[in-house]
């Protein structure tokens, strides 16, 4: 069965460095979401792509989080530079096109992001 | 906008008792539903959904809910669980049209069946 593949699974990084996380979606899933999950709370929308277009990156904070999906297809969430705040799970989640499954989101293990 | 509450954030119970896990939705348009299990450090689960039809979705692992449109709810049941179920569950909404799918969580609420 297909998944969505998220990398790396844990990642503890220092106050004002980079972080980049990857996702790759199930095959032939145009739309992908980025979520944040903070500790005791439902993720939130961070990012979402058509193909290789946004189409909402409302509650992305832009001073500090970029996201891209250049070939349509994998993406990438960088954090520069991390904040204390930004410790939490990063989820990857992919939609299937067509009818019935049409908004079916389907999610990767995520990213667990640890600031010191 | 949309939004979800759910009404517990905690729910002890003990294995093969049944169990209810409350979900009420607000929006203005017309809405798609779905439950979502998460087991620590993982990633979330599709339980089940309402697209349309029939109001009573019946999922995976022997859970059902059933959509009420009059008073916005969409509660989760099993009638016998197991020290399995134990887990955290997310209600969410999404809106059709644009939206490309967006979903609004709610806060979760965590199952634990003891034996």
């Known amino acids: 069965e297909a998944e969505v593949a998220q990398s790396p699974r844990y990642k503890i990084t220092e106050k004002s460095q980079a972080v980049a996380f990857w996702c790759d979606p199930i095959?032939?899933?145009?739309?992908l979401y980025w979520y944040r999950q903070i500790l005791g709370q439902g993720p939130e929308l961070l990012v979402q792509?058509?193909?290789?277009?946004?189409?909402?990156d409302s509650q992305l904070p832009k001073d500090r989080f970029s996201a891209e999906r250049l070939k349509g297809v994998d993406s990438t969430l960088k954090i520069q530079p991390a904040e204390l705040g930004d410790s939490a799970m990063y989820l990857c989640?992919?939609?299937?096109?067509?009818?019935?499954?049409?908004?079916?989101?389907?999610f990767g293990p995520g990213t667990r992001l640890t600031v010191t | 906008a949309q939004s979800v509450t759910q009404l517990d954030s905690q729910v002890p119970v003990f294995e093969e008792a049944p169990v209810e896990l409350r979900c009420n939705y607000s929006?203005?348009?017309?809405?798609?539903l779905f439950w979502y299990v998460q087991y620590p450090n993982q990633g979330l689960q599709l339980l089940l959904k309402?697209?349309?039809?029939?109001?009573l979705v019946k999922g995976i692992n022997g859970f059902e809910a059933e959509f009420n449109k009059s008073q916005t709810s969409f509660h989760l049941r099993k009638p016998s669980v197991h020290i399995s179920d134990t887990a955290e569950y997310f209600c969410a909404v999404s809106a059709g049209g644009t939206s490309y799918g967006k979903l609004t969580f709610g806060q979760g609420t965590i199952l634990t069946v003891h034996p």
């Open positions: 309402y697209l349309s039809g029939s109001t």
């Open positions: 989640a992919s939609r299937s096109p067509g009818t019935g499954k049409a908004y079916e989101q389907y």
């Open positions: 929006s203005s348009v017309s809405v798609y």
């Open positions: 792509f058509q193909d290789e277009s946004v189409v909402d």
């Open positions: 095959s032939g899933h145009a739309t």
